[in-house]
């Protein structure tokens, strides 16, 4: 299982000859290429855009086969600076903070019930994570390959495998 962020940038349509977001796009294809080649996709209709187009860089597929690997797409907030594309909020932070927390341990219960409210007010897309969140349990941790918040909008990028 593994969690990328649906930036735009990583779309082939926002490619460049100077990529903005490089590191970001080597640890989202090396998180999706870890996953194999059947991938079942949790996202919202931006990130699901954006889970097509870095599986179909790795040479993968989405599938709905319950046994797939799971690819889950969502973000922390885009409110953590006054240049972000939300403005600075300075509950960002804190809510950033707890999910970056919830993420690494991994703690079903704690992403099961962030507040979507605030994450809306936040505008972090979380929803794809909080509908996710029972699939943590029993697993751990394998890499935190990124967590940044380029432009003010904080990503990580995840990979979980179940217990031994």
């Known amino acids: ?3 990328v962020p649906g930036c735009l940038a990583l779309l082939p349509e926002y490619a460049s000859l100077d990529d903005p977001v490089e590191e970001l796009r080597s640890a989202c294809l090396a998180a999706v290429a870890w996953l194999n080649e059947d991938v079942r996709v949790v996202a919202g209709a931006q990130g699901a855009r954006v889970a097509s187009a870095l599986l179909a860089e790795v040479g993968a597929a989405p599938t709905s086969s319950a046994e ?3 690819l889950i797409v969502g973000n922390g907030s885009a409110r953590r600076s006054e240049k972000a ?3 600075l909020d300075p509950r960002a932070a804190g ?3 707890l999910l970056a927390r ?4 991994p703690d079903a219960d704690a992403l099961g019930a962030l507040d979507r409210g605030l ?3 936040l ?4 929803d794809p994570i909080v509908e996710s969140a029972d699939l943590l349990r029993g697993v751990d941790t394998v890499a935190i390959d990124y967590d940044a918040d380029p432009y003010g909008v904080r990503y990580w990028v995840a990979r979980w495998a179940q217990r031994a």
């Open 95 to 97: 809510f950033d903070e």
């Open 85 to 87: 594309p939300g403005h």
């Open 102 to 105: 919830s993420l690494a341990k």
């Open 123 to 126: 505008w972090a897309d979380v």
């Open 119 to 121: 994450a809306a007010e």
């Open 1 to 3: 299982m593994a969690l």
């Open 68 to 70: 797939a690997a799971y």
